[in-house]
């Protein structure tokens, strides 16, 4: 079950409306297998909903992380340097990747419930 | 549902909640607890892999061994009974059709073991040059392998297999029972560490594959899948055809030339490999690090100055070294021990330097 207060996208990543926080989910996290590196952007970095913004690579493959929607970076997740298998151990916590200003709210219209999220993956098995 | 092929064991994976991938026309499981844990499993304990995909043809009658010399670039008639050898199929350009394993049972009974997606290619290749009228049966439907390494498969596989298991030295082989099943157990692998390959008939599959997880339970044996089975053989630089080798690359370019006995007498790409051994090859498979956190993929570009001189043909986080290891095409001017290239990933030029191989070796081997 995915956490309630977030907004999914279609390519796995997560969105906190609150503050601009985004990261991938669990299942995402959990088709990729162990987490050995993820590249992200620069803080000031602006990018369009859909957009590439990073990275991520796993013992077995490499997966893009797309914006799920516009805006401008203003942190990244430092931690994730030194210890990028907290995207495995806490996907929607401590494995959060960047915050960003977002610059339409409107765009999370375009995002799924956590309930819509669920039934989505489901779908997808 | 998919069209791929089924090991006997696809519904024991799945119960123990194996992630299955499709892998050369087959659904194999990929990982079970994890690969980075499968991989540590192999290296300090011990790993049971199902890898039944792999084909098997027996080939018998007097003249089954000037068959497989004709085609295959190792001399085989360095065998005796009981013993294995890693060999290659090769195009007449000394290109590679296959690379496999050639296990001779008796001076006219031998069993080639070849690679899942190459099956039906090899066996109509073997059997269009069957000019020696050499009996060649696939027997891959019928057969299932394990595959148990690590340093303590041995004392593992003892305590359920009444055979002087440590007399069998690496590349040797010998028939035997596993529990009811006849069996081959080969000490052979595809790892870098001491182990076992047992071939079987399908119907024993799951007996024997849980007899093995019980007994292995204690010592730390994991069941481990194909994504174990690929940094594994990467550390130990063992090669992957399709990705390392193909009917586009020379024996001698993928650094195989160790297994082409030029002196045997006659081999479909003989004269191919004479001349480029003469002249040397221009290019040259080698094993690499990355030098930044980056980690190369199969076919990214390998760059000198910006110059595409090249491409990445395996690449993975070495789980054992903790570096981000590769193998890749280079001009063979640029092939040296300490050479730094680039590898070109997501409009990036990533620096690279050519290292010795393997990047693991067991100890005491």
């Known amino acids: 079950m995915s956490p309630d207060e977030l907004l999914y996208s279609k390519e796995h990543e997560w969105l906190r409306t609150g503050d601009g926080v985004i990261g991938i989910t669990h299942h995402a996290q959990d088709e990729l297998g162990e987490v050995v590196y993820v590249e992200l952007p620069k803080v000031g970095d602006k990018f369009d909903s859909g957009d590439t913004f990073g990275t991520v690579e796993s013992v077995k493959a490499v997966s893009e992380l797309f914006m799920p929607v516009s805006g401008e970076v203003v942190a990244i997740n430092e931690g994730l340097t030194d210890a990028p298998e907290s995207v495995n151990q806490d996907p929607y916590g401590k494995g959060w990747m960047i915050r960003i200003k977002v610059r339409d709210t409107a765009e999370t219209g375009q995002l799924m419930s956590a309930k819509a999220y669920d039934a989505y993956v489901a779908e997808k098995e | ?365």
């Open chain 2, 1 to 365: 549902m998919s069209d791929n092929k089924r090991t006997a064991l696809y519904e024991t994976h799945k119960r123990l909640k194996a992630r299955l991938i499709p892998f050369g026309g087959w659904d194999m499981p990929v990982e079970y607890s994890g690969i980075a844990r499968e991989h540590a499993a192999v290296r300090t304990a011990a790993g049971l892999f199902d890898v039944s995909h792999m084909g098997e043809f027996e080939l018998r009658g007097p003249q089954a061994l000037e068959l497989i010399q004709s085609v295959t670039t190792n001399d085989a008639s360095r065998l005796v009974d009981g013993q294995a050898q890693y060999s290659a199929l090769t195009y007449p350009e000394g290109t590679v059709v296959d690379d496999l394993l050639v296990y001779r049972h008796s001076a006219d009974h031998y069993m080639l073991v070849v690679n899942a997606s190459n099956i039906d290619k090899d066996f109509e290749w073997i059997r269009s040059h069957n000019r020696f009228n050499a009996e060649i049966e696939n027997i891959s439907d019928r057969i299932t392998l394990l595959s148990v390494q690590g340093p303590k498969s041995l004392e593992v596989l003892r305590s359920i297999i009444k055979l002087p298991l440590a007399d069998i030295p690496y590349y040797h082989f010998r028939r035997g029972k596993v529990l009811e099943a006849d069996a081959i157990l080969s000490r052979t692998g595809y790892t870098g560490e001491d182990g076992f390959e047992i071939y079987f008939s399908t119907e024993f599959s799951e007996s024997i594959w849980n007899a093995i997880l019980d007994a292995g339970n204690s010592a730390g044996l994991l069941p481990a899948g194909l994504g174990a089975r690929n940094t594994l053989r990467l550390e130990a630089k063992l090669l992957l055809y399709g990705n390392d080798m193909d009917q586009t690359t020379t024996m001698l370019e993928a650094g195989l030339g160790w297994i082409v006995k030029l002196d045997k007498g006659e081999f479909i790409g003989r004269d191919a490999l004479a001349k480029e051994k003469q002249s040397g090859p221009k290019r040259k498979l080698v094993g690499f690090e990355m030098l930044g956190r980056e980690i190369a993929r199969d076919h990214y570009p390998a760059c000198i100055d910006g110059i595409e001189v090249g491409h990445v043909t395996s690449g993975s986080p070495s789980i054992t070294l903790k570096k981000n290891i590769g193998l890749a095409y280079l001009p063979v001017q640029h092939t040296g021990a300490g050479t730094k290239f680039q590898v070109s990933m997501r409009g990036r030029f990533c620096d690279a330097q050519v290292v010795p191989t393997p990047f693991y070796k067991r100890k005491g081997n």
